[in-house]
């Protein structure tokens, strides 16, 4: 009975193997700046010690106390930038200035983001005033409490202003409802969200003759966020809201979407410059489409 005199040995071999089975890999930073790569054991680990199966030094235990505390993030992270470009050519002059501000808490199930900005454009032909080409400016506050890992609570808030508009120079819009993170790893995160909204809009010459114009209006709102990181140089950021409103005579569409690419020549300075595209889609207001292009230079902190 051959077989039956080798199985007591396989069976040893298949304990003796059990703990690296178990070994899960680990990177461990120690207090004195050395770094130990390996195999966790965490049958043998307990708060006082982590025990390690290095490549080439074999069984090591390490004293919690030598361990390198791990750094949480902050909670709040800021980001601010600015462009200015101006012209002159022949008694021809052109200024524009655009600003961007945001900040994110982001801490547990909790998650704020404040968005502001501007953009201010004049120019004047030779020998006459100067005139306001662009003056437009948006805010923004978002906040998300996790449920689930499939499911957020939301509520925003959010504020147009377009002083060249006839109708509908200032756009307040609030909307409440569910997000559903799609994607949400260390690269890259999308966050599609659905539910009720309110919008109210007023200003402008032809306000008055309008029937929209300074009435607020009921309807639903879907919402697609996108934050990528292909690479630490670059970031990515997409935010599109579509809207349809209930009016009294028909649905009316509304429609803001926003896309920002970020470039970091140091990984560690937090400097950056952006290219920025938005547009903005509101049938009840005049005129019904606006875009905006901007490079800036800002400083994330």
Known sequence: MPSLRTLPAALLAVLMAAPSVMAEPVTIQLKNG?????????????????????????RLEISSD??????????????????????????????????????????????????????????????????????????????????????????????????????????????????????????????????????????????????FCGNTYPGGTFTTQLNWIPNPSFKFNLDNNLSVLATDSEAKPTNSFTAMIKYFPSFNSGLFTSLKFESIYNSIADPELSNTVSGQLGMEF
Not at 38 to 49: A, F, H, W
Not at 80 to 102: C, H, K, Q, Y
Request: charge should be negative; aromatic fraction near 8%.
């Open 66 to 211: 030598a361990i390198k505390p791990k750094e949480e993030p902050p909670a709040w992270s800021s980001t601010v930038s600015a462009g200015v470009i101006a012209v002159g050519e022949d008694g021809d002059d052109s200024m524009t200035l655009s600003m961007n501000a945001s900040s994110t808490y982001l801490k547990d199930a909790d998650k704020l983001v404040m968005k502001g900005g501007m953009n201010y454009k004049t120019s004047r032909d030779k020998g006459e005033s100067f005139d306001v080409d662009t003056e437009k400016g948006s805010a923004s506050i978002r906040y998300d409490r996790e449920l689930n890992e499939t499911v957020n609570f939301f509520t925003s808030g959010n504020y147009d202003y377009n002083a060249l508009n006839d109708v509908s120079i200032n756009t307040l819009k609030g909307a409440f409802g569910a997000g559903f993170p799609v994607i949400k790893n260390e690269t890259t995160e999308l966050v599609l969200s659905v539910g009720p909204t309110l919008q109210w809009s007023e200003g402008g010459r032809d306000c008055d003759g309008d029937e």
């Open 34 to 58: 050395d770094t130990i790569h390996g195999e966790q054991v965490p049958e043998e680990s307990n708060d006082s010690i982590t025990v390690v199966i290095h490549p080439q030094l074999g």
